[in-house]
Structure formats: C-alpha cells, structure tokens
C-alpha cells in the first residue's frame, strides 16, 4: 500500500460531489496514476477520472471516421463559441472530440461558486449554449446537412425554457405562476 499524494493548481468540476464521489474520484484517479507508473496522483489523473465517473469510458475500440470527427469539432465548438459569447453562461472546463459513454464529444463547465438558484439569464444562456451546436452544423452543413446529434441538446433547452414557463415564472406572457401537469394539461386541451 503506497500513500499517493495530490498537488492541484487547477480548479475541478466537482461541485455537489458527495463525500462517498469524491473518494470514489480519488480512487479511481489512484488507479490511473499507478498503473501509469506514478505514485502521485496529478491534475491530469482526477481530471481523467472526472471524466470517465461522469460521462463514462473513453472509447478506443472501432474507428471514429474524420468525417464523424469534423462534425463533432464543429458541434461541440458551437456550444464553445455562444457560451465564450453569452452573457450568464459558465466558464468553459474543457472542449474535446474524444469519444466518451455515449458522445462523441463535450464541452465542460465550470461553475465560479457553488450556487443554488439559476438566474433568467442563466438560464437563457444556457438554451442558447444548447443550441449552439445545431447552429454551427446549420452553418457549415447547411439546413439538409444537420444531424441527430443535437438530440440531447434539443431535450435539454426545452426542458429548461419549459420549467422557467411552467415551474419558475419566468413567461412575461402567462406572468409568475406554477402550472402542474394536471394545468398544463387543461391548459392544453382548452
């Protein structure tokens, strides 16, 4: 049993890790670094353990084709370039095109604080951080050219403009109300 001993000069993406995920991080980051022959665990290996606990393994089997690898670039630098652009958007942790669980790429967030409630503007950057990437594959591929890959994107913005109408208040429209699904239900078919 050796004791591994970690230096950080860089902030993690590990707001609202438990106690039993941090050590189940560090445990993994441990594994990393010993079988790269290391017997300190750096910033690269709790990264790379951040990464393979929260968006899965990387994938090294089969072939990502550079035409997949193209799209990927320029999806995932579209959700970069609007949060880079957008006012309440997180900080960006990291971009990549390397394949992980189900994606074939990500562009990470750092949150500056650990933070409770979302603001309108956040949550508008956000929607807008979504569809970045569908934008960008409208830009270069043009509208015939756009992918499925947008899917979790599309679900994920109108999840929110969804509950900032129904749960937050937040439609100038319908005014600061809560709707349930038993309302938006009436709602609907009225």
Do not use: W
Not at 21 to 44: F, P, Q, V, W
């Amino acid at each position: 049993t050796e004791i591994y001993t970690l230096s950080l000069h860089d902030a993690l993406p590990i707001s609202g890790f438990s106690g039993a995920s941090l050590a189940n991080l560090m445990n993994e980051a441990a594994i990393i670094s010993a079988r790269n022959g290391k017997t300190e665990i750096s910033y690269d290996e709790v990264d790379y353990a951040i990464d393979r606990l929260t968006v899965g393994m990387q994938k090294t089997t089969g072939t990502n084709s550079a035409v997949n690898k193209e799209l990927t670039a320029y999806h995932e630098g579209g959700h970069a370039l609007v949060a880079l652009k957008t006012a309440g958007s997180m900080p960006i942790h990291k971009a990549t095109i390397v394949p992980r669980g189900n994606t074939l790429g990500m562009v990470a967030y750092l949150p500056e604080k650990d933070q409770m409630n979302l603001s309108r503007e956040q949550l508008l950057a956000h929607i807008d951080i979504c569809m970045g990437g569908r934008v960008a594959e409208e830009l270069i591929y043009g509208q015939g050219g756009v992918t499925t890959g947008a899917g979790s994107d599309l679900q994920q913005a109108t999840s929110t403009a969804r509950n900032m109408v129904t749960k937050y208040g937040m439609s100038s429209l319908l005014g600061p109300l809560y709707y349930s699904t038993e309302e938006l239900t009436n709602l609907s078919t009225t």
